[in-house]
């Protein structure tokens, strides 16, 4: 039983929940009981309910999103990784930034810009910082978008 477990974090995973655990190294985080996540591993997205078996991935930069009272919530995660055992999901991530924080209008812009500095970039290493940007403004305005469809 659930309920009987010493532990806390699996009182709140009960039944068909997962503990979501979100850290980035300056500390920040969230952490949560949903009912399913869905993330941005770096072989395609990846889908992980209650009773997942226990795995590791790596993350790319896109759009984390998680099921939270039956509402779907977006989170851009910028690379890292993802542990899950015994319906706790911890990520560790190189940043993050809540959906809620974005600026649709912004996120457009900066995907404008990164697109820009793509076409123009000539070498190995500018092409892939530039890449790395349209990832990210992509990310942005994907979850800004999400949250204006409610």
Request: charged residues 30%; glycine residues 6%; aromatic residues 4%.
């Amino acid at each position: 039983m659930w309920e009987e477990s010493e532990e806390p974090e699996y009182v709140a995973a009960a039944g068909d929940r997962i503990q979501l655990k979100v850290r980035s190294p300056e500390g920040d985080g969230i952490s949560v009981a949903c009912s399913e996540v869905i993330l941005p591993s770096a072989s395609g997205q990846l889908g992980v309910l209650a009773n997942h078996a226990p795995m590791m991935s790596a993350l790319d930069t896109g759009v984390l999103r998680y099921k939270e009272d039956g509402v779907w919530k977006p989170i851009v995660v910028l690379g890292g990784f993802a542990s899950i055992d015994a319906n706790s999901l911890s990520i560790l991530v190189n940043d993050f930034e809540k959906a809620d924080d974005i600026d649709a209008a912004e996120a457009q812009k900066q995907l404008e810009a990164a697109t820009a500095m793509m076409e123009k970039a000539e070498s190995k290493k500018d092409k892939l910082e530039a890449t790395n940007k349209v990832k990210k403004a992509a990310a942005r305005l994907q979850a800004a978008m999400f949250l204006s469809k409610k």
